[in-house]
């Protein structure tokens, strides 16, 4: 089987742990660019927080952002698609995170807003690129429309958030954790493995001749879709048994192995 597209996760996965890509990874990634391989960063963030990591590589084609509610071309900058969450549920979800007394992280407008300015926010702002701006009046966000909402808080209060949250409290929601201290809501209309089957139908690339590469949950969809799923070292438990190979972790350049293995 000759792989057409290969899709990888950024953080966590493609960045080490001091959000770094190691120049043998910088250099395999250009190599088989230029022999005509897709490759697709896959991610949470806005285009913003990717775009310095698309030069780096040499990347023009698309980028899965917000976790598949947006797909960008890097080379024109023309959005492919977009998804944005309904209001009623990012109406509900803005009021249970005030409850909880969470800071979140609101994407609306290609903009970020907080409802707290603390440090979560600001550290926050170093992951995506975008300098964040005080929330304040929810139905003004509302009203622009609102692609993405992160909670971003401890490891234990983010896993007691998600087990009290049900699916059945949105019509058109999904969450997951994407690390530890962040909980995502997007829309359910829309995931990384969905994205990537509108990449294909744009390439014309089969499920069958894709890689997928990730290590949270917000990366199951894209590893269950493609061809070839892979799950990093350093993934999560249920990754690691939804994928079917399984390689070295961030920190001991797991991309890079990949690469070697299916293309060379």
């Known amino acids: 089987m000759k792989y057409k597209l290969m899709a990888v996760d950024m953080d966590d996965t493609l960045l080490d742990n001091r959000g770094r890509i190691s120049e043998k990874t910088v250099k395999i990634i250009r190599n088989i660019v230029q022999k005509g391989v897709v490759f697709t ?8 927080g990717v775009e310095e990591y698309c030069s780096l590589l040499g990347l023009k084609g698309p980028v899965i952002t ?30 249970l995170g005030r ?6 992280c609101i994407w609306a407008d290609g903009r970020l807003y907080g409802n707290k300015m603390n440090d979560r926010i600001y550290d926050y702002q170093k992951l995506s690129g975008v300098e964040p701006q005080p929330a304040g009046d929810f139905e003004e966000l509302l009203d622009m429309g609102i692609t993405k909402i992160l909670w971003y808080d401890e490891a234990g209060k983010i896993e007691r958030f998600r087990t009290q949250l049900s699916p ?38 089969r499920r069958e001749e894709m ?13 269950q879709y493609a061809g070839m799923g892979v799950a990093m070292g350093n993934a999560q438990e249920e990754v ?17 192995k990949v690469i070697e293995t299916f293309w060379q």
Request: proline share 2%; glycine share 8%.
């Open 41 to 48: 960063i896959c991610t949470g963030r806005p285009i913003q």
């Open 66 to 95: 917000y976790n598949g509610a947006v797909i960008v071309d890097t080379g024109t900058q023309e959005v492919l698609f977009a998804q944005e969450l309904t209001r009623d549920d990012a109406g509900k979800i803005l009021e």
């Open 99 to 104: 409850r909880y007394d969470t800071t979140m």
């Open 168 to 205: 059945d409290m949105f019509s058109e929601t999904a969450y997951c954790t994407s690390k530890p201290v962040f909980l995502e809501f997007f829309s359910s209309r829309v995931s990384k493995g969905a994205a990537l089957a509108k990449i294909g139908d744009m390439y014309g690339i």
């Open 211 to 223: 890689v997928a590469v990730g290590d949270g949950l917000n990366d199951l969809s894209m590893i």
């Open 240 to 256: 690691k048994r939804a994928a079917q190979f399984v390689t070295s972790s961030n920190d001991q350049e797991g991309v890079r």
